[in-house]
């Protein structure tokens, strides 16, 4: 089987198509439709830009060792679920250790779609774009829906960028509003609305890096630059480079600590614990000295 239209418009909605090179959440250099020079092709690098035709001309190619990828399981036999798990796999890169694809092939379709609801983490963290994903495809593989892109063409497929208001608050709007501000740059309320005042904010961070288009565009692109800095935060909190907390509470006291001659410590340590030893059972140390040397002594 190969993916449908419909299945090439939901995957490149939801990987979006970025024009310009841009370093994913990994650090991994991108392009197009989620497209890395490990799949072959086009081989990303810092300022390379691609038409719209070159980026789709690519998907193109890329899908098909995910497709190979998803025959070999012999699971999924109607289209919408085949392009489905094209979609979690072109993702993950997990359609061969899935345990949701077990689940899926004994017919246990409930707990099939729970497991794949848990794929929603990467380096330890919950992504609510992550979470959207999974939903997404959960509609598609359970229930053939394949969502508000179903009647676009797939060079139309945007995720990047909207044209008209959405109707509700974004998990991925928020959580750019909560990095923004710790990055100095305030997208006003914390709500998962993209207003003027987020916008601003966006275009402004946006400018602080090269890689980055400044159009406002809350896309792929942008979004992975926002979490690779709220991943240097996070570790540096960790590490207690410098920004308080218990981060730096526990360095300190390695620092306070490592100093210490603790050969020195330990042997004195050593040393007290037998000397308390031989105070405290002093009496049958005695005895059994004195018989070993045929004394006859009496202790009190």
Partial sequence: MQTSERGKVFIAAHEGIVLRAYRDVAGVWTIGVGHTARAGGIRPKAGMTITREQALAQLEQDLRRFERRVEKTGAFKVQHAFDGAVSFDFNTGSIHRATWVRKWRKGLFASAEMSLMLWVKAGGRTWPGLMTRRKAEADLIFRGNYGAHAGQAVDTARHEAVSSPPAEP??????????????????????????KKTRAAVIAYQRAHPDLANDGVLGPATLAQLRRDA?????????GGGGGGIGALVTGAGSLFAGLPWNWIAAGVLVVALAYFAWSY????????????GRTVEVE
Wanted: aromatic share 4%.
């Fill in 282 to 293: 002093r009496d049958v140390i005695q005895r059994r000295v004195n018989t070993a040397l």
């Fill in 170 to 195: 974004s998990a991925e709007v928020r959580e750019a509003q909560e990095i923004l501000t710790t990055k100095g740059f305030n997208p006003g309320a914390i709500d998962g609305w993209m207003g």
């Fill in 231 to 239: 991943a240097a935060v996070r570790n540096t909190a960790i590490r």
